[in-house]
């Protein structure tokens, strides 16, 4: 282990590209999270819901058909063909299938190569900007977060629990040995975080009568601030609210999307979060800067 420590440690190249690799690997199964995991969340409110509805002397319903992110093996959705290890390999394998199933030609979704080459680039900049060590290795964990985030919450406004919270948890524990930030700042910045947001949100139901955003955003705003401290707030906020109007007129001309059709924001937040690993020193030098400017 120590002979890869050294090696990595004097070869940003080599250790850049290791991070590609892995990064690859785990997009793939980022793919399984991103598609899975709000169907097992619902599948278990329902659950949840069919028992509350019951009446008392009733018999409880069977248990579903085991389905998580290990169980059954990812298929073809329209002929049911299992997806082999050759069939799997990430990015290669829809390039050589040219897109498609290779039983019923079906064409599968370039989003699918696209996250893990987009999971693979970021984990390998990630790791050569912060170095071999903890840092990176942190650092690596919350790019994948982030990046399962990103697609759940586009595709479904849901920031589920089960990643944001481990998030937040995972951010104070790193920083109590200063990691990324003071323990101090890092618990401020969890408080802070949710609370601004959830400021947000109860001024504008309490003037329009609507909820602007959900608590997830809370929760993934909290996350973001124990891993950089409360100092990091103002810049994810600031980045993350210009990404969101700018996308979002964009959106609303291109696509003539109505101005009332709701928007996630998680993604404009794990963008942010994002920045703000890399660049964060800048990005608050220059927000700051100008400011005492």
Not at 65 to 73: C, M, W
Not at 192 to 215: D, I
Not at 229 to 247: H, M, R
Not at 272 to 291: D, E, P, R, S, V
Request: charged share 10%; hydrophobic share 55%; with cysteine.
């Amino acid at each position: 282990m120590q002979m890869y420590a050294t090696l990595f440690s004097q070869n940003p190249l080599l250790f850049g590209g290791f991070c590609l690799i892995l990064g690859l690997l785990v997009g793939s199964f980022l793919n399984v999270v991103i598609h899975r995991l709000p169907r097992m969340i619902e599948a278990q409110f329902r659950q949840e819901c069919a028992v509350i509805d019951l009446p008392p002397d009733a018999p409880l319903p069977p248990p579903a058909s085991r389905y998580n992110l290990v169980v059954p093996r990812s298929a073809c959705p329209s002929c049911g063909h299992q997806i082999t290890a050759l069939e799997n390999i990430p990015v290669v394998s829809w390039l050589v299938l040219g897109g498609k199933c290779r039983r019923c030609r079906t064409p599968i979704s370039v989003r699918y190569p696209a996250v893990e080459l987009l999971t693979g680039i970021l984990t390998a900049l990630t790791g050569m900007h912060l170095g071999f060590g903890a840092h990176a290795a942190a650092g690596i964990l919350i790019t994948w977060a982030l990046i399962a985030l990103f697609f759940i919450d586009a595709d479904t406004y849901l920031l589920p629990d089960s990643i944001t919270l481990p998030l937040m948890w995972a951010g104070l524990l790193f920083n109590i040995s200063d990691g990324f930030t003071s323990l101090t700042s890092a618990v401020v910045g969890a408080a802070a975080g949710y609370l601004v947001l959830w400021t947000v949100f109860w001024l504008f139901k309490l003037a329009t009568g609507k909820e602007g955003m959900g608590y997830g955003d809370f929760k993934l705003l909290a996350a973001l601030g124990a891993w950089f401290g409360w100092q990091s707030l103002p810049v994810i906020v600031l980045l993350s609210s210009v990404a969101g109007a700018v996308l979002g007129i964009v959106m609303v001309v291109a696509a003539k999307r109505g101005f009332g059709k709701p928007m996630p924001f998680g993604p404009y937040l794990a963008v942010a979060g994002w920045a703000m690993l890399i660049w964060g020193n800048h990005l608050q030098a220059l927000l700051f800067g100008g400011l005492a400017g």
